[in-house]
């Protein structure tokens, strides 16, 4: 059940991770955070200093624990509201009984997910963008995933925002006086001059914002590898090879793995899903069948499809499936010199290879078993991904429902551009771009994204 304004209650929660440690954050936040922390600590320590105090238990008197207590008093507080954090030890029966002697508190409830982040954009305190960077940064895991929420939640979008919505406020004040006194003004038509270079340059500024959003999307949702090729071509090898782990079953038997097996990993910073198939090949074999069939549908999906041929055997060309995609050979099971053998060589045309491994101006093959040239190959992985989802630039799109609703105050911005649209259609159409990028950062018509966002959030935040 989500929580909106109509419900003030206070709200608490653990804020730190489940289960033993160290430390636990326990967080309140609400009109009776105050009685809260003066019923379990004693007098409120001073706004946002650290106080040693005994927690204990109102009804019976007994010791809960010892461990710091702050007070954050609003509006100066992550929420706006008056606001506590208990900070004990992290056993998991000092925590429970905290929680439920806070539970048995009037006007005291546990938060909902992304709750008090809620309160926090609700208040005022944070607008969306940088609630969805914090949601990104909860859900990092890799160096580029934390720079992308951090550059997020500096604020240099929403400044852009407000300064697109206040130019777009000033054409729509000329449009609006042109029509109230078209009577009296001599050239109506210099203002709408104005209006359409305004808009033409707010065009021109968020055209590089779309244009980056796959790269955003992939830096979030990670880049996809798939490792493809014929039977007993060395593919789950290699992915164990890569991982460094026993992920997939090996074995010198062809048509082992019949499923797709994926791994996420961080490569040079960036995230990889890496994703193990069934050899592609024609069988009778219900299973293999699909097998293969599910490899051929997750190529769709795929950045960069690795297409391994064993070193010793004549090339095995690509299924006209994976003709329009990002595809290298990747010659395997070269355990000796690394050389490729010139008679497979011979039986393959050169010009249907779009990509080979290489070292130099010589053509070798990788050994997943012995390691052979495994670094490079893994090193001309980091460099694709680094190229494929860099992000130049401090104004970044961070997720679809930005995405689109910067194209939306896009196609708005467009239907302004039209000389032969009467003024008050013009004028609607600027209305429309500023609420549209008034959508971007939460001004409004967000009610019906917010749950679907704030699920995503730990409870205690």
Not at 52 to 59: F, G, H, N, V
């Amino acid at each position: 059940m989500a929580y909106g304004l109509e419900d003030r209650r206070t709200i608490f929660a653990l804020a730190s991770g489940l289960g033993k440690a160290a430390i636990a954050v326990i967080r309140v936040s609400g009109p009776n955070s105050a009685q809260a922390i003066e019923a379990l600590a004693g007098q409120l320590p001073r706004p946002r200093q650290a106080s040693i105090r005994k927690i204990t238990d109102p009804d019976d008197r007994r010791t809960i624990d010892s461990g710091l207590v702050f007070w954050f008093p609003g509006p100066n507080s992550f929420t706006g509201e008056d606001s506590g954090e208990f900070q004990v030890h992290g056993s998991r029966s000092v925590v429970s009984l905290l929680l439920k002697v806070l539970s048995r508190m009037p006007g005291m409830r546990l938060a909902n997910p992304g709750e008090f982040a809620r309160r926090a954009l609700e208040n005022g305190k944070l607008d969306l963008v940088a609630i969805e960077a914090l949601g990104d940064l909860i859900e990092a895991e890799t160096e580029q995933q934390r720079r992308l929420a951090i550059e997020q939640s500096c604020g240099h979008l929403q400044q852009q925002v407000e300064r697109w919505r206040s130019d777009l406020l000033d054409s729509l004040v000329r449009i609006e006086c042109d029509l109230d006194f078209s009577d009296e003004l001599d050239a109506p038509s210099a203002s709408r001059a104005k209006v359409r270079k305004k808009c033409e340059e707010i065009l021109r500024q968020l055209a590089p914002l779309t244009a980056e959003s796959l790269q955003v999307e992939r830096i979030r949702e990670g880049m996809t590898v798939l490792i493809a090729g014929p039977p007993n071509a060395g593919k789950s090898t290699l992915l164990n090879a890569i991982t460094r782990r026993d992920v997939a079953i090996v074995s010198e038997r062809a048509g082992t793995t019949r499923d797709l097996i994926e791994v996420k990993l961080e490569l040079g910073g960036f995230p990889v899903n890496l994703v193990d198939t069934a050899g592609i090949r024609a069988s009778d074999d219900p299973l293999e069948q699909e097998g293969v069939q599910r490899a051929l549908k997750k190529s769709a999906a795929a950045d960069l499809v690795l297409w391994l041929n064993p070193v010793c055997e004549p090339y095995h060309l690509p299924p006209r499936e994976l003709a329009d995609r990002t595809l290298w050979w990747v010659l395997t099971k070269a355990d000796g010199d690394g050389q490729l053998d010139t008679q497979s060589e011979v039986s393959c045309n050169q010009d249907s290879i779009p990509a080979l491994v290489k070292v130099g101006d010589r053509e070798i093959a990788i050994s997943a078993k012995t390691g052979r040239n495994l670094d490079m190959l893994i090193k001309r992985l980091e460099g694709y991904a680094k190229q494929t989802m860099s992000v130049e630039g401090s104004l970044i799109v961070a997720n679809e429902r930005q995405r689109s609703a910067i194209c939306s105050a896009e196609e708005a911005l467009r239907a302004a551009l039209d000389d032969c649209a009467p003024l008050e259609i013009v004028a609607e159409d600027l209305r429309r771009a500023c609420f549209f990028l008034e959508s971007l950062i939460g001004r409004v018509g967000v009610e019906d994204v917010l749950d679907r966002i704030f699920a995503r959030f730990c409870i205690g935040k």
